[in-house]
């Protein structure tokens, strides 16, 4: 390739400018730090911390703790990305956005390549461009987890690319070479399994199969989805011994009352803010749940016109196929139909159409179908082209243009939690999650009238969700509005008995109004959730220390101990007095000796020296 091709004419010219830009635009992503979900399953995440631990978070859920199993992800890719991400950069946040805007630069050279294959060179630069730069891209890329998305899609891509390549046959080295990253990017993100439909159009669009055509087709490609299903077999059975289910579909937060009403009114009112994110993305948020997308009880103008914009969009997709069918031009409109059909099936997973996803709407899930966005846009660039040669590439510059500023502008609102609520706050007061982070200011603040009366609100738009639940109790309690809590607290474990948080937040609450038996009982049911949590172990220990079951109680303390708490001095003293309540003094002298070893002063040493002579004991 010589430096003065033009990435109008040369595809390798326009994969590489194009990726250039892309680090480019995204050059001031690696100023974030850690942010939203980041913190979660990234910075407070000790199993990707060490090498020792990785292999176990390997076959672990993808969010880590107590919520892992009930939101039915498991991303062994990307947890194994993070651990080795850590393994070089520690807690330092730079390397591993650095990491994510490389992968997008290589993410848009596989768009570049793949549309090389389906248009004009001009047409893929084109593509390419709009690819690198979209606003609609910003969450995945600047916010570290959002590598899920783009380390899918690199998989992905590049298996695309490898089977248009390989024409009507595939030899059996590019066949193993594609269904391995076909298990790479199912193993990174559960929506690359679309890459089962995709197939059949990438076929379609080097050759036209049609409905009669159908069986002479799978009879050719019988290999290649059957190695695609035992692929898919293979990680669902991952995830089912992973998580305890094949999938896991759950309501929107705040929105669960789509499992009682026909959700199709809710989606479809979604759909005119993705055609509005792809064609004019100015206005961004954080959050699409309730109250900035509300819940539909029926039909109205804006679900009507969501319905009416998809079909008129998938009737231009069919004629356009039809009429590229049957058009010798290398520029066949068929390009058009190419990209809808590839929206349409790369979104399916996330658009809440077949199966509640958890999200009513989120841009991060729009960065793999986006390409079928870009390519259709890229064909009309270059049909206007033909016809306009100098309206076209204005449109073209100023698109780019506007893009770049919108997406530079856009990052640094996933800088820190503090940034991404403060943007959400001030740019979508009306989103229940806002109310909730506005609920926590102000407690943390320790206005907590204001703070009850954000809370209230919030509630009101996304209703008895669980994490909002548990997570303004916690408040309560800190404020010591026990009796509300406890109200609260026992809706949530109502309602999601699955997770394990707000039982044992009431085992905390029982425990400290001597309600010895039901904390036990709401500390082993948290247990059986997360046999690790050291702080159910110690409330366990309290309760049943108390209702004179000793030996039990020294067995709950051990386990808190050995489960995180051994460099807690309090722990040693406080199963030194369980022992000594046993008549066992010499291990409560060998408890007591552990603590000492962990006091820090020497008026820690003094303190435990004293409860030596106070309990009376002595050296054995």
Same mark, same amino acid.
């Given at each position: 390739?010589?430096?003065?091709?033009?990435?109008?004419?040369?595809?390798?010219?326009?994969?590489?400018?194009?990726?250039?830009?892309?680090?480019?635009?995204?050059?001031?992503?690696?100023? $974030?730090?850690?942010?939203?979900?980041?913190?979660?399953?990234?910075?407070?995440?000790?199993?990707?911390?060490?090498?020792?631990?990785?292999?176990?978070?390997?076959?672990?859920?993808?969010?880590?703790?107590?919520?892992?199993?009930?939101?039915?992800?498991?991303?062994?890719?990307?947890?194994?990305?993070?651990?080795?991400?850590?393994?070089?950069?520690?807690?330092?946040?730079?390397?591993?956005?650095?990491?994510?805007?490389?992968?997008?630069?290589?993410?848009?050279?596989?768009?570049?390549?793949?549309?090389?294959?389906?248009?004009?060179?001009?047409?893929?630069?084109?593509?390419?461009?709009?690819?690198?730069?979209?606003?609609?891209?910003?969450?995945?890329?600047?916010?570290?987890?959002?590598?899920?998305?783009?380390?899918?899609?690199?998989?992905?891509?590049?298996?695309?690319?490898?089977?248009?390549?390989?024409?009507?046959?595939?030899?059996?080295?590019?066949?193993?070479?594609?269904?391995?990253?076909?298990?790479?990017?199912?193993?990174?993100?559960?929506?690359?399994?679309?890459?089962?439909?995709?197939?059949?159009?990438?076929?379609?669009?080097?050759?036209?199969?049609?409905?009669?055509?159908?069986?002479?087709?799978?009879?050719?490609?019988?290999?290649?989805?059957?190695?695609?299903?035992?692929?898919?077999?293979?990680?669902?059975?991952?995830?089912?011994?992973?998580?305890?289910?094949?999938?896991?579909?759950?309501?929107?937060?705040?929105?669960?009352?789509?499992?009682?009403?026909?959700?199709?009114?809710?989606?479809?009112?979604?759909?005119?803010?993705?055609?509005?994110?792809?064609?004019?993305?100015?206005?961004?948020?954080?959050?699409?749940?309730?109250?900035?997308?509300?819940?539909?009880?029926?039909?109205?103008?804006?679900?009507?016109?969501?319905?009416?914009?998809?079909?008129?969009?998938?009737?231009?997709?069919?004629?356009?196929?039809?009429?590229?069918?049957?058009?010798?031009?290398?520029?066949?409109?068929?390009?058009?139909?190419?990209?809808?059909?590839?929206?349409?099936?790369?979104?399916?997973?996330?658009?809440?159409?077949?199966?509640?996803?958890?999200?009513?709407?989120?841009?991060?899930?729009?960065?793999?179908?986006?390409?079928?966005?870009?390519?259709?846009?890229?064909?009309?660039?270059?049909?206007?082209?033909?016809?306009?040669?100098?309206?076209?590439?204005?449109?073209?510059?100023?698109?780019?243009?506007?893009?770049?500023?919108?997406?530079?502008?856009?990052?640094?609102?996933?800088? $820190?939690?503090?940034?991404?609520?403060?943007?959400?706050?001030?740019?979508?007061?009306? *989103?229940?999650?806002?109310?909730?982070?506005?609920?926590?200011?102000?407690?943390?603040?320790?206005?907590? #009238?204001?703070?009850?009366?954000?809370?209230?609100?919030?509630?009101?738009?996304?209703?008895?969700?669980? $994490?909002?639940?548990?997570?303004?109790?916690?408040?309560?309690?800190?404020?010591?509005?026990?009796?509300?809590?406890?109200?609260?607290?026992?809706?949530?474990?109502?309602?999601?008995?699955?997770?394990?948080?707000?039982?044992?937040?009431?085992?905390?609450?029982?425990?400290?109004?001597?309600?010895?038996?039901?904390?036990?009982?709401?500390?082993?049911?948290?247990?059986?959730?997360?046999?690790?949590?050291?702080?159910?172990?110690?409330?366990?220990?309290?309760?049943?220390?108390?209702?004179?079951?000793?030996?039990?109680?020294?067995?709950?303390?051990?386990?808190?101990?050995?489960?995180?708490?051994?460099?807690?001095?309090?722990?040693?003293?406080?199963?030194?007095?369980?022992?000594?309540?046993?008549?066992?003094?010499?291990?409560?002298?060998?408890?007591?000796?552990?603590?000492?070893? #962990? *006091?820090?002063?020497?008026?820690?040493?003094?303190?435990?020296?004293?409860?030596?002579?106070?309990?009376?004991?002595?050296?054995?």
């Amino acid at each position: 390739m010589k430096l003065w091709d033009s990435p109008f004419r040369n595809l390798r010219a326009a994969a590489v400018i194009c990726g250039v830009l892309a680090i480019a635009v995204f050059s001031n992503a690696p100023g $974030n730090e850690f942010a939203y979900d980041d913190n979660l399953i990234v910075l407070e995440n000790t199993g990707i911390q060490s090498l020792e631990t990785l292999p176990q978070a390997l076959v672990e859920p993808y969010w880590p703790g107590r919520y892992g199993t009930g939101l039915g992800l498991w991303r062994p890719v990307v947890t194994a990305l993070f651990g080795a991400e850590w393994a070089l950069f520690g807690g330092n946040p730079v390397g591993f956005h650095v990491v994510n805007v490389l992968f997008h630069a290589a993410v848009t050279v596989l768009v570049v390549l793949l549309l090389g294959e389906i248009l004009p060179v001009a047409g893929a630069f084109i593509g390419g461009l709009l690819f690198a730069v979209h606003p609609v891209h910003v969450e995945a890329v600047a916010n570290v987890v959002g590598v899920a998305e783009i380390l899918s899609a690199f998989f992905f891509l590049w298996a695309s690319i490898l089977l248009l390549r390989a024409r009507k046959r595939m030899a059996p080295g590019r066949l193993l070479a594609f269904l391995s990253l076909y298990l790479l990017a199912f193993l990174t993100k559960e929506s690359a399994i679309t890459l089962l439909g995709v197939v059949l159009l990438l076929d379609s669009s080097k050759d036209d199969i049609g409905v009669k055509d159908l069986g002479s087709y799978l009879r050719r490609r019988w290999v290649l989805y059957g190695g695609m299903l035992a692929v898919a077999g293979v990680v669902l059975l991952g995830r089912f011994l992973v998580l305890g289910s094949f999938a896991k579909p759950y309501a929107p937060l705040g929105a669960s009352i789509l499992t009682e009403i026909p959700r199709i009114w809710t989606v479809t009112s979604t759909w005119p803010h993705i055609i509005r994110l792809l064609f004019f993305p100015l206005d961004l948020s954080v959050d699409y749940g309730p109250a900035v997308v509300p819940i539909a009880y029926g039909w109205s103008s804006v679900n009507i016109t969501g319905v009416i914009l998809v079909l008129g969009i998938l009737a231009l997709a069919f004629v356009a196929w039809r009429r590229g069918v049957l058009s010798s031009e290398r520029l066949s409109s068929r390009a058009i139909g190419w990209g809808v059909v590839w929206f349409v099936i790369t979104i399916s997973p996330t658009s809440n159409f077949f199966f509640l996803s958890g999200i009513l709407l989120s841009e991060r899930t729009l960065y793999l179908p986006s390409v079928g966005f870009v390519a259709a846009a890229a064909w009309a660039i270059l049909r206007l082209w033909q016809t306009r040669p100098r309206l076209a590439p204005t449109i073209l510059v100023v698109a780019v243009v506007l893009m770049c500023g919108r997406t530079w502008t856009r990052t640094p609102t996933w800088k $820190n939690n503090m940034e991404v609520f403060h943007v959400l706050t001030s740019e979508h007061p009306e *989103a229940g999650r806002a109310q909730w982070v506005l609920g926590d200011s102000y407690f943390t603040a320790g206005q907590v #009238r204001e703070g009850l009366r954000a809370y209230r609100v919030a509630i009101g738009i996304l209703g008895g969700h669980y $994490n909002l639940m548990v997570g303004v109790s916690r408040n309560l309690i800190g404020a010591g509005h026990i009796d509300a809590a406890e109200l609260l607290l026992t809706y949530a474990w109502e309602q999601r008995p699955e997770f394990g948080v707000a039982p044992g937040l009431l085992a905390h609450i029982y425990d400290r109004q001597e309600r010895y038996p039901e904390a036990e009982a709401a500390a082993r049911y948290s247990l059986e959730r997360d046999s690790t949590d050291a702080v159910q172990h110690h409330t366990l220990s309290r309760a049943l220390q108390a209702q004179g079951r000793l030996i039990e109680a020294a067995d709950s303390r051990r386990a808190a101990i050995r489960h995180g708490e051994s460099e807690h001095l309090e722990q040693w003293v406080w199963l030194a007095e369980v022992q000594l309540e046993l008549g066992d003094t010499a291990q409560a002298w060998a408890s007591l000796d552990s603590a000492r070893l #962990r *006091a820090d002063s020497r008026r820690e040493r003094s303190q435990i020296d004293s409860i030596l002579v106070e309990l009376g004991v002595g050296a054995p």
